[in-house]
Each structure stands twice: as C-alpha cells, then as structure tokens.
C-alpha cells in the first residue's frame, strides 16, 4: 500500500561543473492499518502502523529545452530507518493501570531497523517566475544494509530475527513538489 511521505530538499548549482547540482533532502511519513475486533465480550482496536523516514544527498544532471522547463535525471543516496508497530487494546485505559497491568489483550509491539540506499530518479522542473518552481518526480528506492544482513530490533534492545526479506524500504516513488528560492532557466 502507498505511503505519503512529507519532506524538504535543499539544491544548489555547481559554478565549475555545468549543468551540475547537489543537494540534500530528509522525508518521512507513515500508513496505519486498523481495524475492530471482539475476542470474549472485550471490543478492542488492532492496529500495524508501518513507518518510514529517509535523509540523503542527491546529484541530478540539467537538461534545458526549452526556457522554464529542465529535466533532470539524477542519483539519490542515503541512509534511512524503517519501523514496524503493532498494538492491541481497548478504546479506554486507566492511567492508574498504565505500568502495572498486564494481561494478554493489551499489547504493543516495535520493531526498528536502520538501512542505506540508492535511489535514481527524474524530475522535470517548470520554474513559473524566477523565484517559484513546480517539480514531478519519479523514482525507484533500493534499499540494503550496509552489513549485508538488516540488523531488526524489537523493543530498542532485543535482536527480532527471521524478519521476512520482503519487509524492506525498496519500492517505486512519485513526487510532487513546490520550491521557492532563485531559479535560472
């Protein structure tokens, strides 16, 4: 399922390399997943919230063909953390009963791991006045540990093994961004 990032970016031209630009970006968003259930007369909410956050920097190639409009191909690279929560319980809870009840219908569960990646992308860019630009961006994020194994923690401190392969942050992006600054093409 798609999950909605927010994020800023920062870029700059390089005066000695043309066409050249670096940048920086951080982004980060989540999806939560819910849903009601019964289990023995005790209605309680279940619930998987999936979150991502990503910061890197970034060197995209300008090609400009006409005046206002540049395409932009371009590398992201980066380190990012993905986190896995699950949780179970009831509508209401008394404070009295938040660090001494225990019992099996209430839980929370979270789990962390941190990851590198490359990301390639294309922007195409329409500055509407020197000053404000209009970017659509498509990309595609492959993500991987630098150690070669991803290293999953559950509850900060415990090693979560056997984690599926598939539970990574690889996956196709679409972007649609506003920028203010001074643009000149």
């Known amino acids: 399922a798609p999950i909605y990032l927010n994020g800023v970016q920062g ?3 390089i005066g000695i390399i043309p066409n050249i630009r670096v940048g920086f970006f951080g982004a980060t968003g989540s999806k939560i997943q819910k849903t009601n259930i ?3 007369g005790a209605k309680l909410e279940r619930g998987l ?3 991502l956050s990503l910061t890197g920097f ?3 190639y300008g090609y400009v063909p006409i005046k206002s409009l540049a395409i932009l191909p371009g ?3 980066g380190w990012g953390g993905l986190t896995l929560e699950s949780y179970q319980g009831a509508k209401e809870y008394d404070w009295k009963d938040f660090n001494t009840k225990v019992d099996s219908l209430n839980f929370m569960n979270r789990a962390k791991t941190t990851f590198s990646f490359i990301q390639p992308s ?3 860019e329409w500055t509407l006045t020197p000053y404000f630009m209009i970017r659509g961006n498509v990309a595609y994020n492959y993500s991987f540990a630098l150690t070669g194994d991803w290293e999953w923690k559950i509850h900060e401190y415990s090693n979560l093994v056997n984690v599926p ?3 990574n942050a690889n ?3 679409a972007q649609f961004g506003l920028f203010l600054g001074l643009f000149n093409y």
């Open 165 to 167: 392969k598939a539970i």
């Open 38 to 40: 019964d289990i023995d």
């Open 75 to 77: 590398i992201n690279v």
């Open 122 to 124: 294309l922007s195409i």
């Open 11 to 13: 870029f700059t031209g």
């Open 171 to 173: 996956g196709f992006s």
């Open 49 to 51: 919230e999936y979150s």
């Open 58 to 60: 970034n060197v995209d």
